[in-house]
């Protein structure tokens, strides 16, 4: 009796211990699971943090704080994009490749200049995840006004765009040597329709692939729709315009020594004054030109056959708000918003048209005016000077950096500037209303407002125009005069995040 009691107390402590044993074990399971769950969050889905993001509207006026969600990538670049890095990044681990079997090779030409080719570079590779292509590095233009002979290599790192997005598509540099030369010579080109959404990529590109292995699209621009989208594209294409696409070292390294001068002398406002020669030929805005220079700029507009609009009336079109302002405008303006004479204001843009001839007036007014020209010796500027799409890369950094942001005109890089510094926590970006404000500077060089009129009514037009937290105006079937995603992505900024795991668009039609 007593072997028997003995023998089965020993058998519940087996029992238990084999009990506890099997709780440890489940919990290393579940532990494990979790982390590898947590691990692949970290891939596929965003982090998101609160962050309140400063943004205050006139001169010292008290700041409003909004407690807004964002990714945590993005709270990285608020604190990064204007520091100069003191210490060697360590080396980034690679992300494990995705695999899937590709449709077939998609071939780009980036028409255009740095910032829409820049946006193009986004759109083609959500097209190219979508559809599950191989993406070949995009070819960039060298044909356009500004004859720029960069590729890809040269603008962007590319290495690091191949690496950062390997968990979502392949990119390789080239076309493989294992398809044909006469492939190759004789690959099938196009241009997808404008404003397209996924269902035209799917239904209409994606059977192409049944007759040819490679396509090339001669033609990026605008090239997906700004909405109705599903929430995976305009991840994917935030991911790529602020994660993947980071320019070179040396435009990187150039770039954060501006940034860092105009920071040791206080704060800076940038001004991306569009008064250059080859926006005046096109827009055709010729106000304030002499006789002279409005024939050069028509002979100009007439030399570029892609160039559809010929007969332009300029007064009309500066009017109804579509012409880039005068440097002498844009004088008035800084001063009519509060802007005094010791501001630091860095102009990001080409060669002005009229020299210094034509920003004298704002010279005048304004004397901290500085260029890079003016802060970068010649030996460091001169490996880029005669890459236009170089310097623009430059002005960029530097503009997303600057305290206020202000463009004289709604171009691509405007726009892209806008988008990335509101991804950046909100940092003040001063839209003109340029309709508006030609209508106010009339008024007052005719005399019928004051000074104090013209100040005061400016104030008020741009009181909401500060780049603040808003949704995009989506106007159906017009999708030229709607908002441009990139220029404000709020996908991406507002909390709008899809569910665990749905960041990888459903698998596509296979061939």
Same mark, same amino acid.
Request: charged letters at 25%.
């Given at each position: ?209 049944? #007759?040819? /292995?490679? &396509?090339?699209? @001669?033609?990026?621009? +605008? ?6 989208? $599903?929430? =995976? ?74 160039? #559809?609009? /010929?007969? &332009?009336?300029? @007064?009309?079109?500066? +009017? ?6 005068? $440097?002498? =405008? ?182």
């Amino acid at each position: 009796m007593k072997e028997f009691h003995h023998h089965h107390q020993k058998n519940r402590r087996l029992g238990t211990m084999w009990k506890w044993g099997l709780r440890l074990g489940l919990s290393v399971f579940l532990y494990t699971t979790l982390i590898q769950w947590l691990s692949m969050m970290d891939l596929w889905y965003p982090y998101r943090t609160n962050t309140t993001h400063r943004s205050s509207c006139f001169g010292n006026d008290n700041d409003n704080t909004t407690g807004l969600t964002v990714f945590a990538g993005q709270a990285a670049a608020i604190a990064s994009i204007a520091a100069v890095a003191t210490t060697a990044p360590s080396p980034p681990s690679l992300l494990p490749k995705r695999v899937y079997k590709s449709n077939g090779y998609l071939q780009v030409s980036c028409n255009g200049g740095l910032n829409q080719m820049r946006a193009a570079i986004c759109d083609m590779v959500t097209i190219a995840r979508y559809l599950n292509l191989t993406l070949i590095l995009p070819e960039l233009d060298k044909t356009s006004f500004w004859a720029d002979t960069s590729d890809f290599v040269d603008i962007f790192d590319a290495d690091h765009f191949i690496n950062s997005l390997r968990d979502q598509v392949r990119i390789v540099k080239a076309v493989p040597e294992k398809f044909s030369r006469k492939l190759r010579e004789t690959t099938f080109s196009m241009a997808p329709v404008s404003w397209s959404n996924e269902k035209y990529y799917k239904k209409k590109i994606l059977p192409l692939f049944r #007759k040819h /292995k490679v &396509i090339h699209f @001669e033609k990026t621009d +605008a090239r997906l729709a700004n909405n109705n989208l $599903p929430i =995976e594209f305009q991840m994917l294409r935030c991911r790529v315009n602020f994660e993947a696409l980071k320019f070179t070292p040396a435009i990187e390294r150039l770039g954060k020594k501006l940034v860092s001068i105009l920071q040791k002398r206080g704060s800076f406002v940038v001004l991306h004054l569009r008064y250059e020669m080859d926006m005046l030929a096109f827009s055709g805005c010729t106000h304030s030109c002499t006789n002279e220079e409005t024939e050069e700029l028509t002979r100009m507009r007439y030399a570029y056959p892609w160039w #559809k609009e /010929k007969e &332009i009336d300029s @007064e009309t079109k500066r +009017a109804n708000g579509l012409c880039p302002f005068t $440097p002498e =405008e844009t004088s008035l303006i800084l001063e009519a918003l509060g802007f005094t004479g010791d501001e630091q204001i860095y102009i990001a843009s080409g060669e002005i048209y009229g020299g210094e001839k034509r920003l004298a007036s704002l010279r005048s007014a304004y004397p901290n005016i500085v260029r890079k020209e003016m802060l970068l010796s010649s030996k460091e500027l001169g490996p880029f000077l005669n890459h236009s799409t170089q310097m623009a890369a430059l002005d960029y950094l530097v503009s997303v950096a600057s305290n206020v942001f202000i463009p004289s005109y709604d171009g691509n890089m405007a726009r892209v500037v806008e988008g990335h510094r509101r991804y950046s926590g909100f940092r003040k970006t001063i839209n003109l209303n340029r309709k508006e404000v030609v209508r106010l500077l009339d008024l007052f060089h005719n005399k019928t407002i004051s000074w104090a009129e013209f100040g005061y009514a400016v104030r008020t037009v741009h009181m909401h125009s500060m780049g603040r937290p808003k949704k995009r105006k989506v106007l159906e079937n017009k999708p030229k005069e709607e908002d441009y995603f990139y220029s404000n992505p709020h996908e991406c900024i507002s909390g709008f995040i899809p569910a665990p795991f749905s960041y990888i668009p459903k698998s596509t039609v296979k061939i």
